[in-house]
């Protein structure tokens, strides 16, 4: 059997607070990513998806509970190259331009050899000369993630890596990654934008409170928590100012394709109502389904 690339078990981390108190910011989670896996950490602001990174990564030590990261400490695979990681901050020298600044990495990492490939592996050769202080926040990004791939990791760790892109440089930045990913990397990755999740992870868990919530293939928590809703134009006749006619709707229930009901389409809620219903105030877990009509 191939060691996972994470194992964690009851990982807990605990800060004081600054009025003093203890501030829970994980707690107890248990969790396994296999080799390969593409998962989304996905959670509200303070549900803890940044602690559990940092864990993984060795940049904070849990209070309680293991982390295994390719069966050793995080240290040891960070050391080993087998680990790396693309975050918010983290400075870049603005005046090395995108080459320079990868090859000053890859000879630290007494890889030389990567430059070229990692280049065209974040999509840079049309930028490469170009000085860092000229580059756009979603290029340096795409610079960030260039030098995470420098010692070729088995598995890459983005925290909240598009925040602060619009949509389309979002959408690039992606598109980089899915095409690495291909190649088997595995990519561990926090956000905030369900869409990125649904988009891109083939797994997501969604954290509230230092709690996972939910766990499993995106598709499966979006349609397990999030219910379905299905859509159709009904016939003219049965709109009414308040919406679609309810004793219709009781003959549609029952008998469905003899009303002469065009364009019907079954489609699985959104996995922001999954999210909503699981990290909202109140946990209520409860699958919901609706019916709409459509004009
Ligand atoms: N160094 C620290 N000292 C005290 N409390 C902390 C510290 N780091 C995190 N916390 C608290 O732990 C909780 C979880 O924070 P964390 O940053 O892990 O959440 P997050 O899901 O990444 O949030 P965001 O999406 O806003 O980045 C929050 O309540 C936060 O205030």
């Keep these: 059997m191939t060691t996972p690339a994470i194992t964690a078990r009851g990982l807990t981390k605990r800060f004081r607070g600054q009025g003093g108190e203890i501030v829970t910011a994980v707690d107890g989670i248990d969790l396994t990513i296999g080799s390969g896996e593409i998962v989304a950490f996905?959670?509200?602001n303070g549900a803890g998806k940044t602690t559990t990174v940092d864990m993984f990564l060795g940049l904070t030590s849990p209070t309680s509970g293991t982390i295994e990261v390719y069966g050793a400490t995080p240290h040891r695979a960070v050391v080993d190259g087998r680990i790396s990681a693309v975050t918010q901050t983290g400075g870049l020298l603005p005046d090395f331009t995108v080459r320079e600044t990868i090859r000053a990495i890859a000879t630290l990492h007494g890889r030389p050899e990567r430059v070229d490939v990692v280049v065209e592996r974040a999509g840079l050769g049309?930028?490469?000369?170009?000085?860092?202080?000229?580059?756009?926040?979603?290029?340096?990004?795409?610079?960030?993630f260039a030098l995470a791939l420098v010692p070729d990791p088995n598995l890459v760790i983005l925290d909240?890596?598009?925040t602060g892109m619009d949509v389309s440089v979002r959408q690039e930045f992606w598109d980089t990654m899915r095409a690495d990913a291909a190649g088997g990397r595995t990519i561990v990755f926090a956000?905030?934008?369900l869409a990125e999740?649904?988009?891109?992870?083939?797994?997501?868990?969604?954290?509230?409170r230092g709690r996972i919530v939910a766990d499993g293939p995106t598709a499966e928590v979006r349609a397990a928590y999030g219910g379905q809703t299905v859509t159709f134009r009904p016939p003219a006749d049965v709109l009414t100012v308040h919406g679609v006619d309810e004793e219709w709707l009781d003959d549609v229930r029952t008998a469905v394709a003899p009303l002469g009901i065009t364009?019907?389409?079954v489609a699985s809620a959104s996995l922001e109502a999954a999210f909503?219903?699981?990290?909202?105030?109140?946990?209520t877990g409860a699958t919901t389904s609706a019916?709409?009509?459509q004009r």
């Design 160 to 162: 909240e890596p598009t």
């Design 276 to 283: 909503l219903a699981l990290t909202g105030p109140e946990l």
């Design 197 to 208: 999740a649904d988009a891109f992870a083939d797994r997501t868990v969604l954290m509230a």
């Design 291 to 293: 019916c709409e009509g």
């Design 191 to 193: 956000t905030h934008y």
């Design 263 to 265: 364009d019907l389409e």
């Design 126 to 144: 049309p930028i490469a000369n170009r000085l860092v202080k000229a580059c756009s926040g979603g290029e340096q990004q795409r610079l960030k």
């Design 42 to 44: 996905l959670g509200p």
